[in-house]
């Protein structure tokens, strides 16, 4: 790279010596002639040459002083390097020179091309130094001033302060001046510390409250503004020392704390060997100390998962820590499960081990997570199959074996058929199994697997299932493989001794007994039944809809047909696409408009409307009669409505109160509990609905006080019952029979002649609300048990769900508590905030899940560092659609706060490498200046001085290697 020049002299022939000698080494000069004037063009500014020669000669016969207009071209001129080339030199006006901003001063006679290269090398070094020197010394400057430590200089002969930064008259209460009034000395806590300043010591302090606080200071000697001074730098340790001092009482509570701890504590040697147990570890292990002594930790344990206990033992090794699950090892079928906690090395070739017996709640925590996984399989799931289908997959991919089957009775035919199989699909051969399985069915007495659990209603394991002499499907399966099996019982209800159907699970691997998993799979299996029970119940549901002769419909909140049954059509003759173009207003007669009108706005009320009567309309223009029962949507968005054409019903009325073999047969056909009492409360009907809801036999009741019998059976519905006739007025009730184990619903119409009472069975509706309000508590138990924020907003961005972390941390957020209505919330931050935020949401809202890092500290009144990852991912319906956007925010503040350390630590070691480098070049360039001095001079000088020169010569030249080497490393560094 071709290098600039400028040289000042009012000779040519001087500049001309000097181009010739710069020429050789590829340096272009520019030759300045007789320059008189201060000023400089803009364009040999902006040149920025590297070098700037002066022939000081020329500054002899300039009308400028010599050093004043060395400090101007410094200043003009500031990246270039100033070579003073003199006639005569001596240390005085080198120094002279040197102050004013040149780099270096050079004889004429030592001008000499041979040395010319190391000349502009050390001339360009010393610029860069000043240059980095008075960089390094305003950063040491801010450094002082806005370190948060406390920092001050004193005078190392009488402690006086010199100079203290605001961090030391924060801590220590003082304003400067005050503390400029005081000595070291008086901050010393008692008149044992006084003069006692010893680097890295620590020593009590008073602050001006009177506090005393403990001190941790770090001193170096230093010379400030000519006088011999200590900087010391102070860090408040007095948390760290108490902490200390209570170590000591902390370990006299140690051994109570391993002795007497709930949980099992063991140490061991780097073998595994142990070495101590506590008390606890006898009953975990069901082993005295003395029988635990020297065992290892591998006889005693084995890991979950089929882990290799040696694996999992060079893992600790390697980590120095563990945390996981273990099985005891025990000679009987029951398992126990612990949590297993390791550390190692709490003292050399010592680790520590903690087991806690977590056998229950771990069962518990399988059993809900194969539960929450069925649960949420199934919940589109309409008929038996589809539900069976979904349980053998999820218990199929809980436990990992391959084939699961779900066997249930034929009580009429007296057998159990397979309902349900479900096959790894990467396993070809049990593919082919369950293929070949369908249809297959087994006598309840008859030899089989299923069997053996149906018989016994308990669980089976078995062992080389291929060779079993209950196995009769070999056939289907390979010889060659070692089958295990273990079959279920499903009971009608936890506890129940009703079995209902049995669970198969096949694998083609060799499995030891697993009481563990037999007791996850017993315990879901026991809330099975009553899950198939309602899914019967929800498709007889389904089919009571399409195949009901009274007419179901559903009504949006306008009034329109949004639904109905075929029913509408077989009786109205409209078509199901005529009825939803309607309201069902629409087809009431005129004369029963005013009353239904009035019944209608009741039920968009939120009242259920029971047994209204009124004339519909049929296609061909005629009029039937309905009595109708409509119950409003929760929501407020629908309503449901149930209409049973009462038509002929009404015509034969007088009929049916003349004959009552008549009215016996209708009430009899109805699927509702009928009950007639008269004016005395005595039981003139009872029909066989009402014997199967209430299992009271007619023939146990006609006659009857009915008050006294229902006393007994359901002090609500006698009660009931008795305020409707005095009220003379309609009544209903919803109650549970606990004798019965239903719910059910009662309507008492009185009359003159006494009171009619209609029951009806609603135990299945009643589970599907109680089963729903179970699921949403687990979610809001499940979102709570994070300290991390969660939430949820709508496509309004009004929130849904919020765990209590979420909801905490927006109270503290806006100084006032919140819920699930944020509208005041929103108010109190600024435009820019939520904008920002609705962006994220919209980014969400169109289908893109994404993540930010965001500085939450900016929203918050009292500016505590906040910073947090929040992922964003979009809320679909079934249908696909965006409705909303689910929230997950994870706090990264202490992580940030540490890269932010480990940054202004390394910057402050280069800044301290630089100054180290230019302390040692400064007393180097002095050496240097007084050893080509002494050789120039004339003086005759001894042989002896001569050589001393010599060796001084020598040794400044290798300590300038070591400056070199210093530099080249500072350098490279950066």
């Not at 949004?562 to 199901?576: D, E, H, I």
Request: hydrophobic fraction near 40%; include cysteine; glycine fraction near 4%.
């Amino acid at each position: 790279m071709l290098r600039k020049a400028l040289t000042f002299s009012d000779n040519q022939e001087t500049i001309d010596q000097i181009e010739q000698k710069l020429r050789s080494m590829e340096i272009s000069t520019l030759g300045i002639f007789a320059v008189t004037e201060h000023t400089f063009s803009k364009s040999l500014i902006k040149s920025k040459p590297d070098f700037i020669f002066v022939d000081a000669s020329y500054f002899e016969t300039s009308e400028f002083n010599i050093f004043s207009q060395t400090e101007h071209l410094s200043h003009l001129f500031g990246s270039s390097s100033i070579i003073i080339l003199c006639k005569i030199l001596d240390s005085t006006i080198q120094r002279n020179f040197i102050q004013a901003g040149a780099q270096d001063c050079i004889l004429w006679n030592d001008f000499l091309q041979s040395d010319i290269e190391k000349n502009l090398f050390f001339a360009r070094e010393r610029q860069i130094l000043r240059s980095r020197f008075k960089k390094i010394a305003n950063d040491y400057k801010q450094l002082f001033d806005a370190n948060p430590l406390p920092m001050w200089v004193y005078n190392a002969e009488n402690g006086q302060f010199i100079k203290v930064n605001d961090a030391a008259c924060q801590k220590y209460g003082y304003t400067t001046k005050e503390f400029y009034q005081r000595s070291i000395h008086d901050l010393a806590a008692s008149s044992l510390d006084k003069n006692v300043i010893i680097s890295d010591h620590v020593v009590t302090h008073l602050t001006k409250s009177g506090e005393v606080i403990y001190v941790e200071l770090t001193s170096h000697p230093t010379i400030y503004k000519g006088t011999d001074a200590v900087l010391v730098l102070a860090h408040d340790v007095t948390s760290r020392v108490k902490a200390e001092q209570e170590k000591n009482v902390a370990s006299k509570q140690l051994f109570l704390i391993f002795e007497h701890s709930s949980d099992a504590i063991l140490l061991t040697d780097s073998e595994g060997k142990i070495l101590e147990s506590n008390s606890t570890s006898e009953e975990l292990f069901n082993a005295s100390k003395a029988f635990l002594q020297g065992k290892s930790l591998e006889e005693i344990v084995k890991p979950e998962f089929n882990t290799p206990f040696v694996s999992l033992w060079e893992k600790f090794h390697t980590i120095g820590k563990h945390e996981g699950k273990i099985s005891l090892k025990s000679s009987h079928n029951d398992t126990k499960i612990a949590s297993w906690r390791a550390l190692a090395n709490i003292r050399e070739g010592i680790h520590l081990h903690i087991f806690n017996d977590v056998t229950e709640s771990e069962l518990k925590a399988r059993e809900d997570e194969l539960n929450s996984r069925i649960l949420s399989s199934i919940k589109d799931s309409f008929t038996l199959k589809s539900t069976l289908n979904a349980i053998s997959n999820n218990i199929r991919l809980f436990t990992g074996w391959e084939n699961v089957e779900f066997w249930l009775p034929d009580s009429q035919n007296q057998v159990l058929f397979l309902a349900s199989a479900s096959a790894n699909p990467n396993n070809a051969q049990f593919v082919n199994f369950a293929e070949a399985s369908r249809n297959r069915t087994r006598g309840f007495k008859e030899k089989s697997i299923s069997n053996n659990s149906w018989i016994s209603r308990s669980a089976y394991w078995f062992s080389d299932l291929y060779h079993h002499e209950s196995f009769s499907r070999q056939e289907l399966l390979d010889p060659k493989l070692d089958y295990t099996a273990v079959s279920i019982p499903i009971f009608e209800a936890p506890n129940s001794e009703q079995i209902v159907g049995i669970i198969i699970l096949i694998t083609d691997q060799k499995v030891s007994y697993d009481s563990y998993l037999i007791a996850v799979l017993s315990k879901v299996a026991g809330s099975l039944g009553n899950l198939i029970e309602k899914v019967k119940a929800r498709e007889e549901l389904s089919n009571l809809f399409d195949y009901s002769a009274d007419l179901i419909c559903i009504a949006d909140k306008n009034g329109y047909l949004v639904k109905t049954n075929p029913a509408f059509t077989n009786v109205l003759g409209f078509s199901a696409e005529e009825l939803k173009s309607k309201k069902f207003i629409d087809l009431i007669h005129p004369e029963d408009l005013e009353t239904s009108s009035h019944q209608i706005a009741k039920l968009y009320q939120g009242e259920i409307i029971r047994a209204h009567a009124n004339r519909y309309q049929t296609k061909a223009g005629t009029y039937r009669h309905f009595a109708w029962v409509a119950v409003p949507d929760p929501n407020g968005k629908q309503v449901f409505v149930i209409g049973r054409d009462v038509t002929e019903l009404k015509a034969q009325t007088d009929l049916i109160l003349k004959n009552a073999e008549q009215t016996r047969n209708m009430l009899e056909s109805i699927t509702d509990g009928f009950i007639s009492v008269d004016k005395s409360w005595n039981v003139n009907y009872w029909n066989a609905s009402a014997e199967r809801i209430l299992g009271i036999a007619k023939e146990e009741v006609l006659n009857q006080n009915c008050l006294v019998l229902l006393q007994d059976l359901s002090p609500k519905l006698a009660t009931m019952i008795e305020e409707a006739s005095q009220k003379h007025t309609s009544l209903f009730l919803e109650t549970y029979l606990s004798k019965q184990n239903i719910w059910i619903e009662s309507t008492a119409y009185p009359s003159n002649e006494g009171i009619s009472v209609y029951i009806r069975d609603i135990t299945l509706a009643k589970e599907h609300s109680l089963a729903i309000a179970t699921m949403q508590k687990n979610l809001e138990a499940i979102i709570n048990a994070t300290t991390e924020l969660i939430w949820s907003v709508d496509k309004e961005y009004n929130l849904t769900i919020a765990n209590k972390a979420y909801v905490d941390m927006l109270s503290d957020l806006v100084g006032n508590p919140i819920n699930l209505d944020t509208s005041s919330a929103r108010k109190s931050l600024g435009e820019a905030i939520k904008a920002k935020w609705y962006a994220y949401y919209e980014r969400c809202m169109k289908g893109e899940p994404h993540s930010v890092i965001e500085d939450l500290a900016t929203y918050h009144p009292s500016g505590k560092r906040l910073r947090a990852i929040v992922n964003f991912n979009p809320i679909y319906d079934h249908q696909g659609n965006v409705t909303g956007v689910a929230c997950f925010a994870k706090d990264i503040s202490e992580l940030t706060q540490k890269m932010e350390t480990i940054d202004q630590q390394s910057n402050q070691l280069k800044e301290i490498a630089w100054f180290q480098s230019h302390a040692v070049r400064q007393p180097l360039a002095k050496i240097l200046g007084i050893v080509d001095f002494l050789e120039v001079t004339e003086a005759a000088l001894d042989e002896e001085t001569m050589q001393l020169l010599t060796d001084l010569k020598g040794s400044a030249q290798e300590l300038d290697d070591v400056v070199k080497t210093i530099v080249n490393k500072a350098q490279r560094n950066d």
